[in-house]
Every structure is written in structure tokens, then in C-alpha cells.
């Protein structure tokens, strides 16, 4: 008989191992922060286990790691969904966020850590404004992050007018305060968190910031983050100045590196992709985004160069069960063939996958003896769920982010009966409430088509 902390039964258990096994009345055993043991339950009085969690009517996963996000954004929910391409985007959220206060960053950090775990999510990698209150959040809320500041040295409000004026002071500055947040972080609530240089885009940092961002993440020893070839304006903008393509571009600047996280890659030549392959950069995927924003990444032409990949939900939106099915309705759709991904690939890409992007694949990611105890139990006894006959195609074709019951990050319990534990989420929510004419006002006054709607559908 074993002694260990916690033991979680599943009916159905989704390792998200070598071959992508499911097993039916699985189990983990947990000690402190790590798992003993992931596989069929074991004869009785194997374990004496200090708390076990019983697995009727559970499937159990990996938590979802959610390789590239802004869990502060969601300010701009209904905001930007429409009219994105040279309006909503330009025009209200780059205006707005500009005037966002450290207080209200802070509170929609809280509300989006909060829905980042009842989704089922427990590892982020966010890069925002007011790195550390979101970091002192991620501390509080249990969950797992790779956090970066911002750092731009354009006036965001500007580009709604094609003004790329370089700003090196506010560039430099953005850098000094990454720069902190990284010596005050990495590694902080016992290896919870840790922090990247968050360079935002290829179009927004000068060459020169670049270059600086570049040398202060390799002598810091942690890794980059940045948005790559998000868009048609940006790679035309790359291309116009520098007369290559952006991931050329941040290849010739002498950025790209197996740490670097590349979100997006929407844009992309041959040549560019090429580029991504030579320097083991990695790659996150948001399959949410793309259909809304209308282009969809060439993902195929990604994984035949065996770039790593993972998927993210990226912004306003945190359900991974999405997610999943947009790559898997997109995929399908772009290339006409009903196999093009598959259920496994889908969650695989949505865990192990995005652990490998963020170089957590030894930590977290799957559940094996060894690997921290990052897990999430699903509810399957739901109409929409039943009969439910095991395998992926049930559960990712099926379940939704409100199905996730529990979570559990390092062997703690950080999601019970769908809610954050340590987080006072209908404290948050409560705040949240006493902000939104405010923000309705501020959203309005700068154009926002999406604050009333655009009126009636016939006359107008
Ligand atoms: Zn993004």
C-alpha cells in the first residue's frame, strides 16, 4: 500500500500518450505536486490516498495549456468580433486600451484567470499590459503562466492612419519594465510562473527594439513572445519597408530561436514558414480568431514542415472545446478533406502540443508518473454528452468548457463544481458590473458599431 495525497478516478481517462490511448475506470495517484501513477485503476488497497475524488460519470485530461493569450482583453468581448479588419481593431480597441487603467486591468485580469479555469485551462502564456498585477492574480488563482509586458515602440492609436512613427523612448521604457517583470517573476510562486520578453509584432517594434529585446531575453535566459505575420497590413507594412516577408524579417533581425513563440503565422510565403522551420521557433495556433477575421493559416503546409504547434484561443475567448472543433470545421473546409485533423490531433494540439511550445513538455502537458499533477475532470452525465461511448471524437466533438467540473494544478484543487477556489469570482464579476456603462460609454463615444448594434437589419 502506497501512501499519497490525492487519487482521482476517471471512467474514462485520456493519458494523452504514446498512441493516444483511453482507458475506461482509469486513475491518477498524486503526491504533493507530482503524479505517482496514470493508468487502470489498480486492485483495492493499492493506495491510501489522504483525499480521493470519485470518477462516475468523469472523463479526465490534461488541463488545457493555452500557448498564446491576452486574459485581460476580454474588455473588448462583442467589440471587435465584427468589423475588424481596419475599424474595430484599429479604430475602438488600439484607442481604447490605451486609457485602460492599471485598476480595471487588474479586474478583468481577475474575471479572465477566472475563465481561464472554469474552461478547463490551467497554463497560459499571456502577454498584455500590467504584467504584474495579472502575475499577482495568476499567484492567487492557482493557475500555471508564462507572462511578458507589451513591448511596442509605435503609438498603437496611430496605425488606424497608416502612422508608423517610431517612439524609441516609450519602446525602451516598455522594455525596462519587461525587463523587471522578468527579474521579479521568473520562477516566483514556486515555479508557477515564469516570464518572456513579449516584443508585440513584427510591425510594431523598430528593427533596433528588436535587436535590444532580443539580447535582454538571452541574457535573462527566458524566451520571446510576438505576434508574426497576424495580418495583411502587417505584412505588407514588413515588406514594403524591409522588402521580405515577417518571418524573413525576424530571421534577418536575428530573433528567431527555438524559444520564441511566433503567435498567428496568417500571412505567410514559403519562404517565411521555411525560416520558422530552420530556427525551431514555435508556432501557437488560435482557431477561434481565424474564421472570425476570415483567413485561415496554411496549418497543413506548418505541420508538413513539422514546426511545433499548439493552440491558444488568443483573445475574448477562452473555450479550448471551440477551438478544437473551429481547427477541425476549418482544416476540413480549407482543404476539402474530411480527415484532414483529427479528434486526437485536435486535443493533442491543445496539451502536449502547446506544452511543447512553451518548452513545458516535460513538466505538464500529458499525465505520466513524473509530470506535475495538472488534470481536469469533465462532466459526461449531460444530455448533450450521452450516450457517451468513450474515444476523442465524444469528447471533442461534444464537450463544451462548462462541461469542465474540476481542475487540479500542481495536485491542488483550483476549479470545484465549476468554480475558481481560491479566486472570489462573484466578487470580480460584482466589480466587473459597476464598469460596464463606463466602458459602454468610452467604446461608443470612439465608434464602437458593436455597443447598440447597428440598428435594424432591413431598414437600417
Ligand atoms: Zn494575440
Redesign the pocket.
Known amino acids: 500500500m502506497q501512501d499519497v495525497d490525492l487519487l482521482v478516478r476517471a471512467e474514462f481517462l485520456y493519458p494523452i500518450t504514446d498512441g493516444m490511448p483511453v482507458i475506461p475506470g482509469g486513475e491518477i495517484a498524486i503526491l504533493k505536486d507530482r503524479i505517482v501513477y496514470a493508468g487502470p485503476e489498480k486492485p483495492a488497497g493499492s493506495w491510501r490516498a489522504t483525499r480521493t475524488i470519485d470518477g462516475a460519470g468523469k472523463a479526465v485530461l490534461p488541463g488545457f495549456v493555452n500557448c498564446?493569450c491576452?486574459t485581460a482583453s476580454i474588455i473588448f468581448r462583442s467589440q471587435t468580433d465584427d468589423h475588424a479588419a481596419k475599424s474595430a481593431l484599429f479604430d475602438v480597441a488600439f484607442r481604447m486600451e490605451k486609457d485602460v487603467g492599471e485598476a480595471e486591468w487588474q479586474l478583468l485580469g481577475e474575471v479572465g484567470c477566472a475563465d481561464m479555469l472554469r474552461a478547463g485551462i490551467t497554463t497560459i502564456n499571456d502577454i498584455w499590459y500590467s504584467p504584474q498585477h495579472l502575475a499577482e492574480t495568476v499567484e492567487r488563482s492557482g493557475l500555471r503562466a508564462q507572462i511578458a509586458n507589451k513591448v511596442f515602440d509605435v503609438h498603437l492609436e496611430e496605425l488606424r492612419l497608416g502612422d508608423y512613427t517610431r517612439y524609441p523612448a516609450q519602446g525602451e521604457k516598455r522594455l525596462r519594465d519587461g525587463v523587471a517583470f522578468v527579474e521579479q517573476w521568473h520562477g516566483a510562486a514556486g515555479g508557477r510562473i515564469s516570464a518572456r520578453i513579449g516584443t508585440h509584432a513584427t510591425d510594431t517594434c523598430s528593427p533596433e527594439l528588436l535587436r535590444e529585446a532580443r539580447a535582454e531575453a538571452t541574457r535573462l535566459g527566458v524566451g520571446m513572445h510576438i505576434?508574426a505575420a497576424q495580418s495583411l497590413g502587417e505584412t505588407e507594412h514588413i515588406l514594403a519597408a524591409h522588402g521580405c516577408g515577417p518571418l524573413e524579417y525576424l530571421r534577418d533581425v536575428g530573433m528567431l530561436a527555438e524559444d520564441v513563440v511566433l503567435?498567428h503565422l496568417s500571412v505567410t510565403t514559403d519562404a517565411d514558414l521555411d525560416a520558422v522551420r530552420d530556427s525551431g521557433a514555435r508556432y501557437a495556433h488560435c482557431p477561434t480568431i481565424y474564421p472570425r477575421r476570415g483567413r485561415y493559416p496554411r496549418l497543413e503546409d506548418i505541420l508538413a514542415r513539422q514546426i511545433a504547434t499548439g493552440f491558444a484561443t488568443?483573445?475574448m475567448m477562452n473555450d479550448p472545446f471551440e477551438g478544437m472543433r473551429n481547427a477541425l470545421n476549418a482544416m476540413r473546409l480549407r482543404t476539402g478533406d474530411p480527415n484532414a485533423l483529427s479528434c486526437e490531433q485536435a486535443l493533442w494540439f491543445h496539451t502536449m502540443g502547446a506544452a511543447r511550445v512553451l518548452a513545458l513538455d516535460s513538466e505538464i502537458g500529458s499525465l505520466e508518473p513524473g509530470k506535475k499533477a495538472d488534470l481536469i475532470m469533465v462532466d459526461l452525465d449531460r444530455p448533450h454528452l450521452q450516450p457517451y461511448y468513450g474515444g476523442y471524437s465524444a469528447l471533442v466533438y461534444y464537450a463544451k468548457s462548462s462541461d469542465v467540473v474540476t481542475s487540479i494544478i500542481d495536485g491542488e484543487v483550483v476549479l470545484a463544481d465549476g468554480r475558481p477556489t481560491r479566486l472570489d469570482q462573484a466578487g470580480a464579476l460584482a466589480a466587473m458590473a459597476g464598469r460596464v456603462a463606463n466602458w459602454r460609454g468610452k467604446l461608443g463615444a470612439l465608434g464602437s458599431k458593436a455597443v447598440f448594434g447597428p440598428g435594424c437589419p432591413c431598414c437600417g
Open positions: 498564446h491576452h505576434h503567435a488568443d483573445w
